[in-house]
């Protein structure tokens, strides 16, 4: 059985930045990065990952989301 760890840690900047810059990284807020290949759903303001585990966002956010999954997909079909 796979487990799933969940820690909030204080990343530096720049690897904030880099991960932002990766087109298969998405920084949702302050407080998640998202790996795009592990999104499984968006709905009603919330995201879904494929672990189970689902964040809660501004319609603002998952908007943007919405917009960089669409070039994500693009790109690897």
């Known amino acids: ?15 904030i930045k880099t991960l932002s810059s990766d087109e298969d990284f998405f920084q949702l807020d302050r407080g998640f ?3 795009l290949f592990h999104v499984k759903g968006i709905s009603n303001g919330s995201i879904k990952m ?28």
């Open 33 to 35: 990065i998202l790996n």
């Open 50 to 77: 494929d672990n189970g585990f689902e964040i809660i966002s501004s319609v603002k956010h998952i908007e943007e989301l919405k917009k960089h999954i669409n070039r994500y997909l693009g790109r690897i079909l």
């Open 1 to 15: 059985m796979e487990k799933s760890v969940n820690e909030r840690t204080t990343l530096e900047k720049s690897f």
